[in-house]
Nanobody
Framework: QVQLVESGGGLAQAGDSLRLSCAALGRTVSPDAMGWFRQAPGKEREFVAAITWGSGSTKYADSVKDRFTISRDNAKNTVYLQVNTLKPEDTAVYYC????????????????WGQGTQVTVSS
């Protein structure tokens, strides 16, 4: 079982940028796919972005694809989410997830989750 540890959240103002990190620990073999999700207060958790560990293929939710970038560092077993031009509606707990390659095509199949990192954006 992989352990996922997120970091990089915090307080930001509208228009700012943040870089969230997710370290995958406890495995010598990286997961096939990694993803980022977020959950705003009173709302369900929603998919944000996903990346395949091998080829680096990426996919995004339509609401963030022009502002967010997911990437990975194989050597560090770490996935990043660069979030630019933050908006108050980006306020949420951001979760990292790991899974097999099916998770990339169907984000509902991600099974390993981090504890989340809070992002709060003020206007």
């Amino acid at each position: 079982q992989v352990q996922l540890v997120e970091s990089g959240g915090g307080l930001a103002q509208a228009g700012d940028s943040l870089r969230l990190s997710c370290a995958a620990l406890g495995r010598t073999v990286s997961p096939d796919a990694m993803g980022w999700f977020r959950q705003a207060p009173g709302k369900e958790r929603e998919f944000v972005a996903a990346i395949t560990w091998g080829s680096g293929s990426t996919k995004y939710a339509d609401s963030v694809k022009d502002r967010f970038t997911i990437s990975r560092d194989n050597a560090k077993n770490t996935v990043y989410l660069q979030v630019n031009t933050l908006k108050p509606e980006d306020t949420a707990v951001y979760y990292c997830a790991a899974g097999d390659i099916r998770s990339y095509y169907n984000p509902n199949l991600f099974r390993s989750w981090g504890q989340g990192t809070q992002v709060t954006v003020s206007s």
